[in-house]
């Protein structure tokens, strides 16, 4: 079952947010997702290479970077999992900030984010 996203100021016409997530799937705008994705207001990614969290390495994150977010929120899965020094040290030394928590919590801060109109690129992992 799919745990809908109700928290949003107000309606943000043409960005995308997040309206549903499970271990399955994301459901950004009218589009479902069923693997990891990268997601800004203006950009849907659901080529990125990384299957899940513990998965992710430095290397991938040349594509994050290319989209020169302020903040990147990375969801860990379903449970709450903490970055490894080699993922969180490239952030630092560039100085975005980066927020790790589960999925369902990564979904609520990106959207929240999103309609501050913040340069925010969410990582998301299902599992």
């Not at 079952?1 to 943000?12: D, H, S």
């Not at 459901?27 to 659901?46: D, F, N, P, Y």
Request: net charge neutral; glycine share 6%; aromatic share 8%.
């Amino acid at each position: 079952m799919v745990a809908p996203v109700k928290f949003t100021l107000e309606p943000t016409s043409g960005r995308n947010l997040v309206r549903g997530y499970s271990a399955d799937e994301i459901r950004i705008g009218e589009q479902r997702v069923h693997r990891s994705c990268i997601v800004t207001a203006q950009q849907l990614i659901t080529d990125w290479p990384p299957a899940a969290f513990s998965d992710l390495a430095p290397q991938h994150l040349e594509m994050v970077f290319a989209l020169l977010p302020d903040v990147v929120v990375l969801a860990s899965g379903t449970t709450q999992q903490f970055a490894p020094l080699a993922i969180r040290a490239p952030f630092a030394q560039r100085g975005i900030g980066l927020e790790v928590m589960p999925l369902g919590a990564a979904c609520r801060t990106y959207n929240v984010l999103v309609q501050e109109d913040r340069r925010v690129v969410a990582l998301l992992f299902p599992r």
